[in-house]
Structure formats: structure tokens, C-alpha cells
């Protein structure tokens, strides 16, 4: 006999704590099934930038007071592409905002959320569990899970699939279309000879961009795209070797950069699921949409999903949670954020990610357009803040 709650979320990433905490007080019942143990995620290396309106959702939740401290405000924006003309700088002053984003790790964010959900009491969070397989029927959603010694099957008015696209593929009547774009993200904290002056890097070259963000007091953390040859080439060098070779492909605009460490690698694709939603399940983060990081949108659409889902559960009543209406009102409320996330992503992939002729100039025309035209920076600065809705 499978057990019954209102809402069963399926990974306690980033995506699906949120979810959990922002369903806090709505009279739900609300299971997180997490595989990893408590606390394993501290070991994940990715740092995160973190847009304004994130921020604030963050703060509502209460969870922004235990990571201002380990969070570091970006106010500028610089952006240029490699031996070409055309640059954009963007200030958070200009906005009228305090930061245009925060850079954070990974871990400091997942142990904030894990810590405020347990102190919250807002959901039961059982680690050590894995969800195997899920069904989804005119009635209710079924999760079927093992681990800690012991498995079996749970039945929800709405299941929440949370889990990264990391383990869950056979999902029904949705299909997930992924186009590799044959890149890795080679991660790591570089220190460099001048302050960052809280100043956020982005160059474009022919082989993937590179960004440089202020992470800490003199560091920034590095996000290096490269083919996957180069990028192993890249995570096997000695760090003065690794030093010299950044300094040759970013320049020396931070002048030198004397120390590297926790190189990893992250191979990178296009990953998107349609539709979002099937009978008594919603897919939310990483797993209805995984984006290339260059614009540093993924997690930030992905806490947009968690948090317009509360919304739309907080005003729906508890016989019609997981049915149609509810389900259409959640997709209509996500269609334009998620799909000009994806768009605006995919465009500046494609745009600046290589030599072809006459584009290098296109792209410097575009960036210069860009500096020159305040209304259309002031356009992007607000999307890539607060989404497509903002
Ligand atoms: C190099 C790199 C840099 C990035 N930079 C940025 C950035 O600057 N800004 C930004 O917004 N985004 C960025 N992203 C994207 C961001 O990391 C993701 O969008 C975010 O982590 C997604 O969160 P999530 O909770 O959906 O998924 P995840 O973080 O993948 O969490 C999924 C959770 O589900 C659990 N799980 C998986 N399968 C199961 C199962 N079967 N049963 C139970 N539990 C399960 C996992 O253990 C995990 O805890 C970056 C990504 C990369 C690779």
C-alpha cells in the first residue's frame, strides 16, 4: 500500500529545496526525496551568479541572511570578445540597483537551503533515498523509491521532478530534446595580481567564452568553455602551465594571475523537455530546461520555476492541486521567462562562439550598439535580473 501525501518533490537540489521552503505555511503536505546524504553537496564545485530577483526570492524565504556573508555583489559587467573591436560594460548604479548579481558557490547555496528547511520544519526530507521510476495518472502521481535499507512507492497529488536531468529520462507523454554543444565549463578560483573592484568578465573568443567572476575578497571564480580534448588538456596541466595559458587566452586586462585551484569539468548542453507537465507532474530547474552558463541563467530560471509553482499551488485548493487548470495556469505563467532563457541563451552561444567571417564584426557592432544605446542596455540588465516577466 503506497503511502500518500500532497506534494512529493524529487531532488532537494538548489531547485527543489526552494520549492519545499516556499510551500511552507501553504497547508500542504510536502516529501523531499533526496539521493545524496545530508550534506554531500558541499563537495560541488560550480560557483553560481546569482541574478537581483533571485536575491529577493531568496530573501523572502529567509535563507539570503545566512549567505549575504558568503556572497559577493557584482556592480559591473564588462563585456568584450577576444582581438575584436566592441566592448559593453554595464554598471549596477546605472539600473538602479545595488548589484547587477552575487557569485556564490554551489555548496554555500544547497547547505543554506538544506539548513532553513530543516530549522523552517517546512517539509519532510528524506536523504539516502532514489527515486527509481514515476508514473503519472488521471487521479495521482506515483514515485517509486529505494535506499537507507529500505524502498517502496508513494502516491501524490502532484509529483515535482527536481532531480537535474541528472537520473530520470523515461518521463510520460513529455520527450526532452539535447543538442551537446560539444563544450566543457572548466571550473576553479584564480587570484590575480589587481582587485576585481567587484567587476563580472565575459569574453567571447572562437573557441567559447571565458568569464571571470568576483568571488571573495581578491579571487574570481573561473568559467573556461573549451572543446573536451582541450579542456582535459587543460584540467592535466601543472598551475603555472594553467596560468599562462588563461593569461594568453583572456589577456591581462586583471593583470597576472598567480594561483588556480579546485579545477573540474563540466560538459555542456542544450536540454529541453516539452511539455513540462503530465497528469498530476510538473518537471522544475534543470531538469525541464539545462542551459549553457554563459549567461549565467540556469539555476536563476530554475528558482523562478520553484517559485511561480508555490504561487500557483498557494491559489489553487487542495481537491484540484496536480489537475489540468492548475497545471495550464503553472505552464502559462513559465512559457515566456523559460523560452526567452533559452532563446537569449542558445543566441549567444551560437553568435559568439566562433571565426566565421563577417560575424566578428557583427557581434563588435552589436556590442558597440549596445554601449551606445542606454534604453537597450538598460533592456537587457532588467532580463537577465529578473527574467523575461521582469
Ligand atoms: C559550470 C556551471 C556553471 C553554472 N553557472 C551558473 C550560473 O552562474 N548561474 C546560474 O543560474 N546557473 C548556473 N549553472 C546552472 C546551475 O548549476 C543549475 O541550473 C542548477 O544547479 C539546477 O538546480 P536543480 O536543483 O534543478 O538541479 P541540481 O542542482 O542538479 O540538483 C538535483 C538534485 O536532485 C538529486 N537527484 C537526482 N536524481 C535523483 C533521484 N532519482 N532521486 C532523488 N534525488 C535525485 C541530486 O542528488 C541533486 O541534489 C551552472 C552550471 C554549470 C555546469
Given at each position: ?102 557569485v556564490l558557490s554551489y555548496a554555500s547555496l544547497a547547505d543554506a537551503l538544506d539548513r532553513q528547511l530543516l530549522e523552517a520544519g ?265 527574467g523575461a516577466n521582469g
Amino acid at each position: 500500500m503506497a503511502e500518500r501525501v500532497d506534494i512529493v518533490v524529487v531532488g532537494g537540489g538548489p531547485v527543489g529545496s526552494t520549492l519545499a521552503l516556499a510551500l511552507r505555511e501553504s497547508g500542504l503536505s510536502v516529501t523531499v526525496l533526496e539521493a545524496r546524504s545530508a550534506g554531500v553537496a558541499s563537495s560541488d564545485r560550480r560557483m553560481l551568479a546569482l541574478s537581483e530577483g533571485s536575491k529577493l526570492i531568496l530573501q523572502r524565504l529567509g535563507v539570503w541572511r545566512a549567505l549575504s556573508a558568503q556572497a559577493t555583489p557584482i556592480a559591473t559587467i564588462h563585456i568584450s570578445q577576444r582581438g575584436r573591436l566592441g566592448r559593453s560594460v554595464m554598471h549596477a548604479q546605472d539600473e538602479g540597483q545595488e548589484a547587477l548579481g552575487y557569485v556564490l558557490s554551489y555548496a554555500s547555496l544547497a547547505d543554506a537551503l538544506d539548513r532553513q528547511l530543516l530549522e523552517a520544519g517546512a517539509a519532510r526530507v528524506l536523504n539516502d533515498t532514489r527515486v527509481d521510476a514515476l508514473e503519472s495518472a488521471e487521479a495521482e502521481a506515483r514515485v517509486h523509491y529505494s535506499g537507507a535499507g529500505a524502498s517502496g512507492s508513494m502516491a501524490a497529488r502532484l509529483v515535482v521532478l527536481a532531480d537535474g536531468g541528472r537520473s530520470l529520462n523515461d518521463l510520460p507523454g513529455m520527450k526532452r530534446e539535447v543538442r551537446e554543444y560539444g563544450h566543457c565549463a572548466v571550473v576553479g578560483r584564480v587570484t590575480c595580481e589587481f582587485d576585481h573592484r567587484h567587476i563580472a568578465y565575459e569574453r567571447f573568443t572562437p573557441e567559447g567564452p571565458v568569464a571571470l567572476l568576483p568571488d571573495g575578497e581578491r579571487g574570481f571564480a573561473l568559467v573556461w568553455t573549451a572543446d573536451p580534448v582541450s579542456a582535459e588538456v587543460l584540467c592535466g596541466l601543472d598551475d603555472a602551465a594553467f596560468l599562462e595559458r588563461l593569461r594568453r587566452h583572456f589577456g591581462d586586462r586583471v593583470g597576472r594571475f598567480l594561483t588556480i585551484s579546485g579545477r573540474a569539468a563540466f560538459p555542456l548542453k542544450l536540454a529541453t523537455l516539452r511539455p513540462v507537465t503530465a497528469p498530476h507532474l510538473a518537471v522544475v530547474g534543470n531538469a525541464a530546461q539545462t542551459l549553457h552558463p554563459v549567461a549565467g541563467q540556469g539555476f536563476n530560471i530554475g528558482l523562478r520555476d520553484a517559485w511561480e509553482l508555490a504561487l500557483t499551488l498557494r491559489d489553487t485548493s487542495a481537491q484540484d492541486v496536480g489537475g489540468p487548470e492548475m497545471l495550464a495556469r503553472y505552464r502559462a505563467r513559465r512559457q515566456l521567462d523559460t523560452g526567452g532563457g533559452i532563446f537569449f541563451t542558445d543566441f549567444l552561444v551560437r553568435a559568439f562562439s566562433n571565426d566565421l567571417p563577417g560575424l566578428a564584426a557583427a557581434r563588435g557592432a552589436g556590442l558597440t550598439l549596445l554601449e551606445l544605446v542606454a534604453p537597450a542596455k538598460r533592456f537587457v540588465a532588467r532580463k537577465m535580473s529578473f527574467g523575461a516577466n521582469g
